[in-house]
C-alpha cells in the first residue's frame, strides 16, 4: 500500500516537474542572447567613420565613462522605432551614445541621421565580419560599457524608454556607485 | 495497428526526405576549397552550429544575412587552416552555447545529458516489475 503511494507519488512529481518545465519554456525568449562577452574588454576595433570615412575608430576613442553603443541600421525598422528614445537619452547627456552603423549604405545612413537626428557622438560602419568579433547577430542591439571598456550589458531588441528606465538605469547607478 | 505502423513509417521517409533537400539548398560552388577534406569540414561545421535569428535551422539551411557573414567566416578560417575546435571556440566565445547544437557537458546542462538514462532506468523498473508480477 506504502510502495503503491510512493510510485504513484513519484510518477505525479514527475508529470507535474515536466509540466512546469514545459509551461515555463513557453514564455522564455532564446532569440534574445545574453552575450558570453559580458564582463569583458570590448572586442578590439579599427572601424571607419561614418561621415569621414578616412577617420579609423579604435577603442582610443571611447573616453574612459559609462557609454552605451547601438548597433543599427536602415534596412531595420525596430531602430526606426527606438531613434526617438536614443533622442531622449542624449538629450539627457547623462551617457554618451556611440553608434556602430551595421550592414548599411552609407548614404542612407546619413540621410537618417540628419532626417531623425543624430543622438551619437560619433557613427561607425561595421560589417558582418567585425560584427562577429562583438557576437552581434542584428539589430537594433545596445551595450552598455563601464569606464574600463568592460560590458556591463547587452540588449537585443527595440530600446523602448520602458526597457531603458528598467534595465539599464539601475544598471548604470550601480556603475555610478562603484566608480565612487 | 499495421496501419498505423505504415503511416509513421512513411512520415519518418518524409522528414528524411525533406532534410536531405534542406542540407542540399547552399549553392554548393560557392565555397572552393583546395581539397575534398576541406569541404567535408565545412559542410560538416555547419551542419552543428545554429543559425541565430532564424533559430531552429542550422547553418547550412539558413538565407539570413547573419549566416551567410557566419558561413564566410568559417569558410576563410578553414581556408587559413584553423581546426575545427578553434573554429567553434571563437564562435562559442561570441555567442555562447546556442549557437552549438551539441550543448557541451557542463553543471548547467547535466540533467540534460543524463535525462535519457533516468527515463531508461525508470521505464525499466516499470517494466521489470510487471513481469515479475
Not at chain 1, 26 to 45: D, G, I, S
Not at chain 1, 59 to 68: F, G
Not at chain 1, 146 to 152: F, L, Q, T
Request: net charge positive; aromatic share 12%.
Amino acid at each position: 500500500m506504502i510502495k503503491r503511494f510512493i510510485i504513484y507519488g513519484l510518477i505525479i512529481s514527475l508529470f507535474l516537474g515536466l509540466a512546469i518545465v514545459l509551461y515555463r519554456e513557453l514564455y522564455l525568449k532564446p532569440q534574445f542572447l545574453t552575450t558570453p562577452l559580458e564582463n569583458h574588454v570590448v572586442p578590439a576595433f579599427k572601424l571607419n567613420d561614418l561621415f569621414t570615412s578616412e577617420k579609423v575608430r579604435t577603442i582610443q576613442d571611447l573616453p574612459a565613462k559609462i557609454s552605451v553603443i547601438n548597433i543599427w541600421g536602415t534596412w531595420c525598422n525596430a531602430c526606426q522605432i527606438e531613434h526617438p528614445v536614443l533622442m531622449d537619452i542624449a538629450a539627457e547627456k547623462k551617457v554618451m551614445l556611440y553608434g556602430f552603423n551595421y550592414k548599411d549604405d552609407p548614404e542612407a545612413a546619413k540621410k537618417w541621421l540628419n532626417n531623425y537626428g543624430n543622438p551619437y557622438q560619433w557613427v561607425v560602419r561595421i560589417n558582418g565580419e567585425a560584427a562577429i568579433e562583438w557576437g552581434i547577430y542584428g539589430a537594433p542591439e545596445t551595450y552598455l560599457l563601464d569606464p574600463h571598456h568592460v560590458i556591463r550589458y547587452r540588449y537585443v531588441g527595440v530600446l523602448t524608454s520602458d526597457v531603458w528606465k528598467k534595465l539599464f538605469v539601475p544598471k548604470i547607478h550601480q556603475l555610478e556607485a562603484a566608480a565612487k | 495497428m499495421i496501419k498505423k505502423m505504415i503511416s509513421l513509417f512513411s512520415f519518418t521517409l518524409y522528414i528524411i526526405f525533406c532534410s536531405t533537400i534542406w542540407a542540399a539548398n547552399i549553392a554548393q560552388d560557392e565555397y572552393v576549397f583546395n581539397d575534398a577534406q576541406q569541404q567535408q569540414r565545412f559542410y560538416h561545421l555547419l551542419g552543428e552550429l545554429r543559425c541565430l535569428v532564424c533559430q531552429n535551422q542550422n547553418l547550412a539551411d539558413s538565407q539570413s544575412d547573419v549566416a551567410q557573414d557566419l558561413r564566410q567566416l568559417i569558410y576563410k578560417k578553414i581556408s587559413a587552416g584553423e581546426t575545427d575546435k578553434a573554429i567553434l571556440n571563437y564562435l562559442q566565445e561570441r555567442y555562447g552555447d546556442f549557437i552549438l547544437y551539441r550543448p557541451p557537458l557542463n553543471a548547467r546542462t547535466l540533467l540534460l545529458w543524463i535525462a535519457p538514462l533516468l527515463f531508461l532506468l525508470i521505464g525499466a523498473s516499470i517494466l521489470l516489475r510487471l513481469i515479475r508480477r
